[in-house]
C-alpha cells in the first residue's frame, strides 16, 4: 500500500500539481483505507479514545462528588459558564472579578451553551475529557502524514493518551487552556495537511483559551515557516495580534490595570520589557533562575514518557521555549509541576518534536535502531506512569478527607438551600452551589481574601499580605451584609491558615445576625434572621455541652472543629 512506504512526503521531490494530487489522495485515504491494518488501527484507536473518555469522565465525577474539587478554578469558571449561559454578565463573585479580567478566556462563551442542554457543573469536565481525548486523533494522522504504518501511528496516539501531564492537566479541575492542547495540535494536523481553513479556525480557537495563548499561536508559525513561508508569516502575525487583544481585553476589563499575573516575575522588573532586558542582559543569573532542581525535575517530568525522544528535534521544543520561560521563571510553584495545568501549551511541540524526532530515525534505519526508538518510549512510559493521575498513590490522595458517607450529608445540606439564594461557603463547597448570581468564598463578602483581579489576591493565595481584622470589624460587615445563607465546615477555606479561619467562624457563630439552622459532625449552615438562641441550642446538642459565654463560644467552635 502506497501509505506504507517508508518515504515522508515532506522529503518527497517537489513536482507537479499532479503529484500534490497524488499525495492529497494518499493523505485522504487513510481515513476511508480498506486495508486490514489500517482499519485495525482505526477501531482500536476509537476504543482507546472511548476508554480515555470513560475512564476520566468517571474519575473526574468521583473526585467532584467527593468534594476534592474547588472554589479556585472550578467553581470560577463554572459560575462564569453558568452567568453566560442565562445572559448575565460573567462577574464572578467566587472571584470578585468579571471573567476577562482575570483571563483571557472567550472559548467559555462556546462551551456556555451546553448548559441549556445539561445544567450541571460536570458539563465542564466532560467537554475538557472528550477534548483532551480527541487530541489523539491529530497525533494518529500526524504520523500517517509521515508515510509511517498505521501501527506505529496508533502506537503515537495511545502514547498521547497515556502522557502524564496531558493525564493531569485532565484532572486538575477545569480549566479553558487545556482545549488549546487539542487545538493546537489538530492546526499542526491540518498545516501539514495544507488544509488552510481548518488551520487557521484551530489557531483562532486556541487563541481563546487565555491571554498567553497567542505566544503559542506564534511557536506554530514558526513551524509553519518552514512549510509555507506566507502561512507562516500570517500565523505569526495572528499570534502577536491575539497576545496584544488578549492582554489589552484584560487590562480594560481590570479597570485600567494590567494583568496580575506579571507580579509573578517581579523578582526580574516591572513590566513585560523591563523583564525582557533584565533576563537578556543577565545571563548568569537568568541561567541560574532556570537552572533549579525544581525547574529539571520538571523539564524531566515532561521530557521521560516519551523516551526524551523529543530532544532529537530540538529546534520544534525549543518553539515552546517562551512557555516554557513562562513557567520556569514564576515565582508560583505550581507553574513548573506538571501536576497542573500549565503544560497545556506545551505538550503539542513536545508531542510534535516526538513525532518528528522518531520519523527522522525511523527512516532508513536499522532494525536494531527502529527496535530502540519503539522500545525506548514504552518502558519510559510505563515507568513514568507511576506519576499518572490513575496511580493509586497518587489518586487516593487527591479524594481528601471526605469519606462518600460524609459527602452524601453534605449532598443533603447544600440541597435545602434555595437556588435563588446568596450564599458564602467554603472552599470545596462553593462547585456545588455556583449556579447562581451572587456565590462567595468564605470568609468574602465579609473579609476581602483572594478577592479580585489584584496582586494583593494573589499574594493572598499563598497566605500572605492579609489586612488586618478585628472581631468588631468582623461583626459590623457581618450585620450589614445581605447573604442569605453561609456554609461552613470544620477544615480552613482557601488561603486562610487554621487559626486566622477559627475566628472567621466564631464571628459568624456569634453574629446575631445569624442563627445555625443545620448542624453535623463536618458542616455548619446558617442563615440570616433566624433565630440564633436556637442556633447555639444546635451547637450545645452537638458538642454535647452547655454555652454560658464569649469564652465557652470559642471552645464550643474548636470542639465542633476537632481543634
Same mark, same amino acid.
Given at each position: 500500500?502506497?501509505?506504507?512506504?517508508?518515504?515522508?512526503?515532506?522529503?518527497?521531490?517537489?513536482?507537479?500539481?499532479?503529484?500534490?494530487?497524488?499525495?492529497?489522495?494518499?493523505?485522504r485515504d487513510v481515513w476511508r483505507s480498506k486495508a486490514p491494518e489500517d482499519r485495525l488501527c482505526l477501531s482500536l484507536l476509537g476504543l482507546a479514545i472511548g476508554a480515555y473518555i470513560a475512564t476520566f469522565c468517571v474519575t473526574t465525577f468521583r473526585l467532584y462528588g467527593r468534594y476534592a474539587m474547588l472554589d479556585f478554578d472550578f467553581g470560577i469558571f463554572d459560575q462564569a459558564c453558568w452567568l453566560i449561559?442565562?445572559?448575565?454578565?460573567?462577574?464572578?463573585?467566587?472571584?470578585?472579578?468579571?471573567?476577562?479580567?482575570?483571563?483571557?478566556?472567550?472559548?467559555?462563551?462556546?462551551?456556555?451553551?451546553?448548559?441549556?442542554?445539561?445544567?450541571?457543573?460536570?458539563?465542564?469536565l466532560v467537554a475538557q475529557t472528550i477534548a483532551l481525548s480527541v487530541g489523539a486523533v491529530p497525533v494518529y494522522g500526524i504520523v500517517r502524514l509521515r508515510l509511517l504504518p498505521a501501527s506505529i501511528a496508533l502506537f503515537f496516539a495511545v502514547v498521547y493518551l497515556f502522557y502524564p501531564p496531558m493525564q493531569w492537566s485532565n484532572v486538575d479541575e477545569f480549566h479553558p487552556d487545556t482545549f488549546a492542547t487539542?487545538?493546537?495540535? &489538530?492546526?499542526?494536523? %491540518?498545516? @501539514?495537511?495544507? +488544509?488552510?481553513?481548518?488551520?487557521? $479556525?484551530?489557531? #483562532? /480557537?486556541? *487563541?481563546?483559551?487565555?491571554?498567553?495563548?497567542?505566544?503559542?499561536?506564534? &511557536?506554530?508559525?514558526? %513551524?509553519? @515557516?518552514?512549510? +509555507?513561508?506566507?502561512?507562516?508569516? $500570517?500565523?505569526? #502575525? /495572528?499570534? *502577536?495580534?491575539?497576545?496584544?487583544?488578549?492582554?489589552?481585553?484584560?487590562?480594560?476589563?481590570?479597570?485600567?490595570?494590567?494583568?496580575?499575573?506579571?507580579?509573578?516575575?517581579?523578582?526580574?522588573?516591572?513590566?513585560?520589557?523591563?523583564?525582557?532586558?533584565?533576563?537578556?542582559?543577565?545571563?548568569?543569573?537568568?541561567?541560574?533562575?532556570?537552572?533549579?532542581?525544581?525547574?529539571?525535575?520538571?523539564?524531566?517530568?515532561?521530557?521521560?514518557?516519551?523516551?526524551?525522544?523529543?530532544?532529537?528535534?530540538?529546534?520544534?521544543?525549543?518553539?515552546?521555549?517562551?512557555?516554557?520561560?513562562?513557567?520556569?521563571?514564576?515565582?508560583?510553584?505550581?507553574?513548573?509541576?506538571?501536576?497542573?495545568?500549565?503544560?497545556?501549551?506545551?505538550?503539542?511541540?513536545?508531542?510534535?518534536?516526538?513525532?518528528?524526532?522518531?520519523?527522522?530515525?525511523?527512516?532508513?534505519?536499522?532494525?536494531?535502531?527502529?527496535?530502540?526508538?519503539?522500545?525506548?518510549?514504552?518502558?519510559?512510559?510505563?515507568?513514568?506512569?507511576?506519576?499518572?493521575?490513575?496511580?493509586?498513590?497518587?489518586?487516593?490522595?487527591?479524594?481528601?478527607?471526605?469519606?462518600?458517607?460524609?459527602?452524601?450529608?453534605?449532598?443533603?445540606?447544600?440541597?435545602?438551600?434555595?437556588?435563588?439564594?446568596?450564599?458564602?461557603?467554603?472552599?470545596?463547597?462553593?462547585?456545588?452551589?455556583?449556579?447562581?448570581?451572587?456565590?462567595?468564598?468564605?470568609?468574602?463578602?465579609?473579609?476581602?481574601?483572594?478577592?479580585?483581579?489584584?496582586?494583593?489576591?494573589?499574594?493572598?493565595?499563598?497566605?500572605?499580605?492579609?489586612?488586618?481584622?478585628?472581631?468588631?470589624?468582623?461583626?459590623?460587615?457581618?450585620?450589614?451584609?445581605?447573604?442569605?445563607?453561609?456554609?461552613?465546615?470544620?477544615?480552613?477555606?482557601?488561603?486562610?491558615?487554621?487559626?486566622?479561619?477559627?475566628?472567621?467562624?466564631?464571628?459568624?457563630?456569634?453574629?446575631?445576625?445569624?442563627?445555625?439552622?443545620?448542624?453535623?459532625?463536618?458542616?455548619?449552615?446558617?442563615?440570616?434572621?433566624?433565630?440564633?438562641?436556637?442556633?447555639?441550642?444546635?451547637?450545645?446538642?452537638?458538642?454535647?455541652?452547655?454555652?454560658?459565654?464569649?469564652?465557652?463560644?470559642?471552645?464550643?467552635?474548636?470542639?465542633?472543629?476537632?481543634?
Amino acid at each position: 500500500m502506497a501509505s506504507e512506504i517508508g518515504v515522508p512526503l515532506d522529503s518527497a521531490p517537489m513536482g507537479t500539481a499532479k503529484r500534490s494530487a497524488l499525495d492529497t489522495t494518499r493523505i485522504r485515504d487513510v481515513w476511508r483505507s480498506k486495508a486490514p491494518e489500517d482499519r485495525l488501527c482505526l477501531s482500536l484507536l476509537g476504543l482507546a479514545i472511548g476508554a480515555y473518555i470513560a475512564t476520566f469522565c468517571v474519575t473526574t465525577f468521583r473526585l467532584y462528588g467527593r468534594y476534592a474539587m474547588l472554589d479556585f478554578d472550578f467553581g470560577i469558571f463554572d459560575q462564569a459558564c453558568w452567568l453566560i449561559s442565562r445572559g448575565l454578565p460573567p462577574f464572578i463573585t467566587v472571584r470578585g472579578t468579571h471573567l476577562l479580567a482575570d483571563h483571557f478566556s472567550i472559548i467559555l462563551y462556546l462551551l456556555a451553551p451546553f448548559y441549556w442542554i445539561w445544567n450541571d457543573a460536570r458539563v465542564l469536565l466532560v467537554a475538557q475529557t472528550i477534548a483532551l481525548s480527541v487530541g489523539a486523533v491529530p497525533v494518529y494522522g500526524i504520523v500517517r502524514l509521515r508515510l509511517l504504518p498505521a501501527s506505529i501511528a496508533l502506537f503515537f496516539a495511545v502514547v498521547y493518551l497515556f502522557y502524564p501531564p496531558m493525564q493531569w492537566s485532565n484532572v486538575d479541575e477545569f480549566h479553558p487552556d487545556t482545549f488549546a492542547t487539542p487545538l493546537l495540535l &489538530g492546526a499542526f494536523y %491540518f498545516l @501539514l495537511r495544507k +488544509n488552510w481553513k481548518g488551520y487557521f $479556525l484551530l489557531l #483562532t /480557537l486556541a *487563541a481563546l483559551t487565555k491571554e498567553t495563548a497567542g505566544i503559542a499561536v506564534i &511557536g506554530v508559525g514558526i %513551524f509553519a @515557516l518552514t512549510e +509555507n513561508r506566507r502561512i507562516g508569516m $500570517l500565523t505569526i #502575525t /495572528l499570534g *502577536a495580534i491575539c497576545a496584544f487583544l488578549a492582554m489589552a481585553t484584560v487590562r480594560a476589563y481590570n479597570h485600567g490595570a494590567p494583568s496580575p499575573y506579571l507580579s509573578l516575575y517581579n523578582r526580574f522588573g516591572n513590566g513585560p520589557v523591563e523583564i525582557v532586558t533584565h533576563l537578556t542582559l543577565h545571563p548568569i543569573a537568568t541561567l541560574r533562575a532556570l537552572s533549579t532542581d525544581e525547574n529539571m525535575f520538571y523539564l524531566g517530568a515532561l521530557l521521560l514518557p516519551l523516551g526524551f525522544i523529543p530532544l532529537l528535534e530540538p529546534e520544534v521544543v525549543l518553539l515552546a521555549s517562551p512557555i516554557l520561560l513562562l513557567n520556569l521563571l514564576s515565582s508560583r510553584r505550581i507553574m513548573h509541576d506538571i501536576h497542573y495545568q500549565y503544560t497545556a501549551f506545551i505538550t503539542p511541540f513536545i508531542v510534535l518534536a516526538a513525532i518528528k524526532g522518531f520519523h527522522r530515525y525511523w527512516i532508513g534505519g536499522r532494525k536494531r535502531t527502529r527496535i530502540a526508538l519503539l522500545v525506548c518510549p514504552a518502558v519510559c512510559l510505563v515507568i513514568s506512569m507511576r506519576d499518572s493521575p490513575l496511580a493509586p498513590e497518587k489518586f487516593g490522595p487527591m479524594l481528601g478527607e471526605v469519606s462518600a458517607a460524609r459527602a452524601r450529608e453534605f449532598q443533603q445540606m447544600t440541597d435545602t438551600i434555595p437556588v435563588e439564594a446568596t450564599l458564602s461557603a467554603t472552599a470545596n463547597m462553593v462547585p456545588h452551589l455556583t449556579h447562581r448570581r451572587q456565590i462567595y468564598s468564605f470568609p468574602n463578602p465579609f473579609y476581602k481574601a483572594g478577592w479580585g483581579s489584584t496582586v494583593q489576591a494573589l499574594h493572598q493565595e499563598n497566605e500572605e499580605d492579609f489586612p488586618p481584622w478585628t472581631a468588631q470589624s468582623l461583626s459590623k460587615e457581618m450585620t450589614a451584609s445581605s447573604v442569605d445563607y453561609v456554609l461552613l465546615q470544620t477544615m480552613p477555606s482557601s488561603f486562610m491558615p487554621s487559626d486566622s479561619y477559627h475566628e472567621f467562624v466564631l464571628a459568624m457563630v456569634d453574629s446575631p445576625a445569624y442563627g445555625v439552622v443545620k448542624i453535623g459532625p463536618d458542616i455548619m449552615l446558617l442563615r440570616r434572621g433566624s433565630d440564633h438562641t436556637q442556633g447555639l441550642r444546635l451547637l450545645e446538642e452537638r458538642i454535647g455541652k452547655r454555652i454560658h459565654n464569649a469564652m465557652e463560644l470559642a471552645s464550643a467552635v474548636k470542639i465542633w472543629r476537632n481543634d
